[in-house]
């Protein structure tokens, strides 16, 4: 069972490249959520031997190293709410890690604050804390982001902004201390014998192990033919920086606009700005997650420019296409590989939902009981029998409506 990633050994750096020959268990990707993986997985004193290999880790090459940092923690499946939930709770822990400036759904219409009373109602029975607020109060809030000429907004004080490559970093630093290994190697192959994972085999030699976890995002789709379609589909999305100003004493709510697919937040320093108000267009990924710019998201972030009130005079100082994975039913894919015993995977999965899919997967490695309905709802054999066209078709339709099930990360 082959697989070809495109892991690159930086030149001149072995700092991180401890001759190792035997692992108990190798995490192939070292973004949040391979990095959260390692953290609990070592969490425990069985004394297991934990590796990540990655490509780079100073400077991040998956969606981790550019993920906006939007953590919604209610989403229309219940499944994704309680792993946003969990993540958070660990997110809070990281020094730097998480900002709770709370989150804003902006309704310009009749229609959408219907949608957004009915989220607020379900948020509450999930033990959310949500409100409806008037127009002018969200502009109070957020007077950088928001006009107060909207209908009303669905205010939610615990959502807030993660960074993600200061969580992954503090999950390495602490899996690290408890013993694990950072490799920056090529993955060259995964090797089973007698239906079972051995090891894997990297420029910097062979790894033995009887547990294999991939969790290399964007990548997961060209990673082997494991006998099921891995529908993890990247998808093309445009994402702007504005320009630089004196930061605010407060950082502002980050705020969505869902009727117009468009989700602005503070970075501090600067104003972010994002849109899913295009044709969804699928991405093959080369080395990093920041794909060509396409000449239509122009148009996009104009649009886009138009809900911001004309004097916060936010424009483009950096504009970029940042790769991210989609699938047919907006889960991921988590949990075992029954075609080799003890390959496991961890796709598919944004910086809201990492920390609990990290640990949720870490659950099942040691054997715990887990929730049977979650287990089920992100198996990553789900799709078996379907073709990987049909497949990606959907997860591509799933684009436009991402608001309406899915929460931006």
Known sequence: MGIQEHFEVPAGDNSRMAAQQKSDIVII???IVGSALAYFLTSSNDGKKVTIIDRAFAQLKGSTG?????????????????????????????????????GLEVATSTAGLENLEWRRTTAKERGLDAEIISAQQAADLAPDLVKPDNVAALY?????????????????SEAQAKGAELLEADVNDIQQAEGRVTGVTTSAGFIEAQT?????????????????PVPVIPVAHPYMYGEYHEPKANKSPFVRYPEYHVYVRDHGPFFGLGSYDHKPLAEKPKGTAIGDWM????????????????KTKLSVREKFNGIFSMTPDNLPLV?????????????????????????????????????????????????????????ERESLNCYNSIYSTYENS
């Open 156 to 172: 939610f004080p615990g959502a807030g902004t993660a960074n993600p490559t200061v969580i992954a970093a503090f999950f390495q």
């Open 66 to 102: 550019y993920a906006p940092g939007f953590v919604g923690q209610f989403n229309e499946s219940d499944v994704l709410t309680r792993l946003s939930i969990e993540s958070v709770k660990e997110y809070l822990k990281v020094p730097g890690g998480f900002e709770t400036v709370g």
């Open 29 to 31: 990707g070292g973004g």
């Open 295 to 310: 000449g239509e998201f122009d148009a996009t972030l104009d649009r886009a420019l138009r809900l911001i009130p004309e």
């Open 335 to 391: 949990g075992e590989i029954p075609t080799a015993k003890g390959l496991y995977m961890a796709a598919g999965v944004w910086v809201t939902h990492a920390a609990g899919s990290a640990k949720f997967l870490t659950q099942m490695l040691r054997g715990e009981q887990v929730d049977a309905a979650m287990r089920k709802a992100l198996d990553p054999t789900r799709f078996q029998g379907r073709d990987l066209e049909s497949l």
């Open 212 to 228: 294999v976890i991939l969790a290399t995002g964007i990548w997961a789709q060209s990673l082997a033919d494991f006998g099921f």
